[in-house]
């Protein structure tokens, strides 16, 4: 809502508006133009950025090579998911379209069935207890009581991770991020752009990079790693 009531001088007259989403279940689609329409900058050019769950990074990626090529001065760009008006069965089937089609999603497996054998092997390469594990949850569930914007705002406990459900073993309930809905927005100027403001911003983006990896993990060199988020 707070994007909506904004008029579109407030940003900067963008010359091009990114939608980030990875979703395939919603009823709107085309959500860039529709963004777009929305915020009063209509006939600007808009488009919708697809990257599984870096649809968001993979956008603001975009607007920064456009920025940064010359060919836009100011870019909108929009990350958002709605999935609560989905059954769970659902939300999990469209989420783990992300994954290989044929040789994974094709033999029964889902996301967390995939992050159950990730993790597996790290805490059997590593020596890595259950309880050890659970330190992770318990900091981001911690981190999410000074997050005004936090889904879920409640202080939780390696003994309330030990007794959640499991969801697929190691995985239990409160390792696992909820179905939620949310939105975030930036914009990104150029330099000459940023120096025409009545105030600086607050964030320079000094470079981008975009990688990726085998999509199914079998191909993968090691479960432990992950090559292109570094």
């Known amino acids: 809502m707070e994007l909506r009531d904004r008029p579109a001088v407030e940003f900067l007259d963008g010359e091009a508006v990114y939608s980030g989403q990875p979703m395939k279940v919603r009823v709107q689609d085309n959500l860039g133009a529709y963004i777009a329409s929305g915020i009063g900058l209509r006939g600007k050019p808009a488009l919708r950025v ?4 870096g649809s968001g990074g993979a956008g603001v990626y975009t607007a920064y090579s456009m920025v940064r090529s010359g060919l836009a001065r100011s870019v909108l760009v929009a990350g958002v998911e709605k999935m609560t008006d989905y059954p769970t069965s659902t939300v999990t089937s469209a989420l783990a379209q992300a994954a290989d089609a044929e040789y994974e999603l094709f033999y029964g497996a889902s996301f967390t069935g995939l992050n159950a054998l990730m993790m597996r092997y790290y805490m059997e390469r590593y020596g890595v207890d259950r309880d050890t594990m ?16 936090a889904q879920i705002r409640r202080r939780i406990t390696r003994e ?27 914009v990104l100027v150029s330099e000459e752009v940023a120096t025409g403001l009545p105030e600086k911003p607050s964030v320079y983006i000094a470079g981008a990079g975009m ?7 079998s191909n993968r060199e090691a479960l432990d790693r992950i090559p292109a988020a570094r």
């Open 211 to 217: 990688a990726t990896d085998t999509v199914e993990l």
């Open 134 to 149: 659970s330190e992770w949850p318990v900091m981001m569930h911690e981190n999410a009581l000074s997050n005004p914007y």
């Open 160 to 186: 309330d991770v030990a007794r959640s459900q499991v969801v697929a073993d190691p995985i239990r309930l409160l390792d696992s991020s909820p179905v939620g809905d949310g939105v975030a927005a930036v």
């Open 50 to 53: 697809e990257a599984a769950c």
